[in-house]
């Protein structure tokens, strides 16, 4: 579950003072959905780390980042990827969508993109030695 402009909106009408069914009508859906989609908006808002992807929640359990029962503290992950520049990216299932993700969590800038190098004659990507 990601938060989303359309869970945002949502959680921005309601607290304006609106009824769900306010909501609804503004958002073009039923009051039920108005609700839902509040509930999540809450949810994902009490703790920010619910709104990272699987993926990222699990690199930061393997780097010792996201202690079970807490919260990752987003300080301690930015002073990670930034130790770490351009290596980050040679960690085994952290590609650059995760990384983003992770930067925008902890507020670090995010490192410079490798260029990856290209086979003249087929254009693949080139992994180990190619003749």
């Not at 609106?18 to 949810?43: N, P, Q, S």
């Not at 925008?104 to 003249?120: H, N, V």
Request: charged residues 35%.
């Amino acid at each position: 579950m990601k938060m989303t402009p359309r869970k945002m909106e949502a959680l921005k009408l309601r607290r304006t003072g609106i009824t769900y069914r306010e909501v609804g009508e503004k958002m073009g859906v039923g009051m039920d959905r108005a609700r839902k989609l509040c509930k999540e908006a809450e949810y994902l808002e009490s703790r920010p780390a619910r709104a990272l992807s699987t993926r990222a929640a699990n690199i930061l359990v393997n780097w010792n980042l996201y202690p079970h029962g807490s919260e990752p503290d987003p300080k301690a992950v930015r002073e990670f990827i930034e130790m770490k520049g351009n290596d980050i990216f040679k960690y085994r299932n952290l590609g650059p969508s995760t990384v983003k993700e992770l930067c925008e969590f902890s507020g670090a800038q995010l490192p410079p993109k490798i260029d990856k190098q290209r086979c003249k004659c087929c254009g693949q990507v080139i992994r180990k030695a190619h003749k």
